[in-house]
């Protein structure tokens, strides 16, 4: 377990881009998108899917985590409200994509016990959405697709659809 926490702290301090920190305020400065951008990022990803004939689930979290924005489509699955949020809550927290995460907490490899944790969820479909310097701003989380491949590429759809307005 020990092995496992050491590793978890690694991938921690290697996905963090390395900040040039102001240490004498008493505060720190953070962006998080507005409603309305991550309203247009889901919907985007939403239409993605459907236009390729899946019915999903898709939420945007800001860069804490914490719920921006949930569509569902009108025949996606129960299950998608859940998976859709644990995919952009884990792709946020543990900074890199949830399908990249599959890979590296197999079962066998270093970093495995991350899938004990109870909000992780390392399946495909959760991206991290950075501002133009690099900076986390939200996650955006798919489900319902027949693959997490799939649940990626519609992910990625939203954040092409709003990619102008972050990218500075």
């Known amino acids: 377990m020990t092995r496992n926490v050491c590793a978890l702290a690694l991938m921690a301090g290697l996905a963090t881009p390395a900040l040039a920190q102001d240490d004498s305020s008493a505060f720190v400065d953070f962006q998080v998108l507005k409603p309305e951008v991550a309203q247009q990022m889901a919907e985007a990803a ?28 009108r025949y996606a699955g129960a299950h998608v409200y859940e998976t859709s949020h644990r995919k952009a809550w884990t792709a946020v927290s543990f900074r890199t994509s949830t399908t990249e995460l599959a890979a ?10 991350i899938r004990h944790l109870s909000q992780a969820l390392p399946l495909g479909g959760g991206l ?17 697709a027949p693959g997490p491949d799939l649940d990626d590429i519609c992910a990625e759809a939203g954040i092409a659809a709003i990619e102008d307005q972050i990218a500075f």
């Open 104 to 113: 590296t907490t197999a079962a066998g490899q270093t970093s495995s016990g």
């Open 46 to 73: 939403l239409l993605a899917c459907r236009e390729a004939g899946y019915q999903v689930g898709v939420t945007v979290v800001d860069r804490f985590g914490l719920p921006q924005v949930f569509l569902r489509d």
């Open 128 to 144: 991290v959405v950075y501002e133009g310097g690099g900076s986390i701003v939200a996650g955006i989380g798919v489900s319902g």
